[in-house]
């Protein structure tokens, strides 16, 4: 018989926090400053909430925003006596999107501005419709993870780690097939095959965001300094300036 193990029934966090508040009360058993004592606390409880807000009520239907309101992370909610069907619902998806632009690829947001439900609820979903060789170029979600299911053709695809190592993580995705792109990581998808290709994603955000790379940084509004792009990707000036001067398509 092995002797029983003292595990901890509280979740990771909870018991991070449980240590910082004995470390916290034996700082002060001993005299040392409040200030100190005060100081490990608020790393604590900062712990605690550093994660999106769960909804504290059934439902949050997103409304406009009274005028001169205060910020708030989310919408203002619609009283949850007056919801309705309408509120959670959103037709259209079988649609394609047009993907005669650009870059091939045309995305059909599900966020909260499009379901008003979705609003604190912690996520939504897109469809991706792809041109022959068409692609979803490199860009990030600053506030979701990816999970991206191939309904037809077959994408390339693939997200680049951070720094250092920068590597690459790629993989051809057939129909049927899914790949998930971590919460900020640069992301692509491009169309391979010779017919047509569609997917849905989902993201963990009512509102993930996008940041397309070659927009934000050579189509950003006013331009970067043209000598910073040179030194930071090596390239002569007069090219900087030249891919300033296109249209880059707004991928989102």
Not at 38 to 55: E, G, H, I, R, T
Not at 136 to 149: C, G, Q, W
Not at 205 to 216: E, R
Request: with cysteine; glycine share 6%; hydrophobic share 45%.
């Amino acid at each position: 018989m092995f002797p029983m193990q003292n595990f901890s029934p509280l979740p990771p966090t909870q018991r991070i926090v449980k240590i910082v508040r004995d470390k916290t009360l034996a700082i002060m058993k001993k005299g040392v400053s409040f200030l100190v004592a005060v100081a490990l606390m608020a790393l604590a409880s900062s712990l605690v909430s550093a994660s999106d807000p769960s909804p504290l009520q059934d439902t949050c239907v997103a409304i406009a925003e009274p005028k001169n309101a205060v910020f708030v992370n989310g919408k203002f909610c619609k009283n949850p006596n007056l919801t309705v069907a309408e509120d959670f619902f959103l037709s259209g998806l079988d649609k394609p999107g047009n993907t005669s632009n650009p870059v091939g690829s045309a995305v059909t947001p599900v966020n909260v501005a499009q379901i008003a439900g979705l609003n604190t609820l912690g996520i939504s979903a897109v469809r991706i419709d792809y041109a022959p060789y068409g692609q979803n170029p490199p860009h990030t979600h600053p506030r979701a993870t990816e999970i991206l299911t191939v309904l037809e053709g077959t994408l390339l695809v693939g997200f680049v780690t951070s720094n250092p190592e920068n590597r690459l993580i790629s993989k051809v995705l057939y129909k049927g097939d899914v790949f998930v792109f971590p919460v900020g990581l640069i992301h692509f998808q491009f169309n391979i095959g010779h017919t047509n290709a569609v997917a849905i994603a989902a993201l963990s955000s009512q509102n993930p965001g996008v940041i397309t790379i070659a927009k934000a940084v050579f189509g950003s509004n006013p331009a970067i300094n043209p000598d910073v792009l040179s030194r930071a990707f090596q390239l002569d000036k007069n090219v900087v300036e030249y891919l300033q001067s296109r249209f880059w398509w707004p991928n989102n």
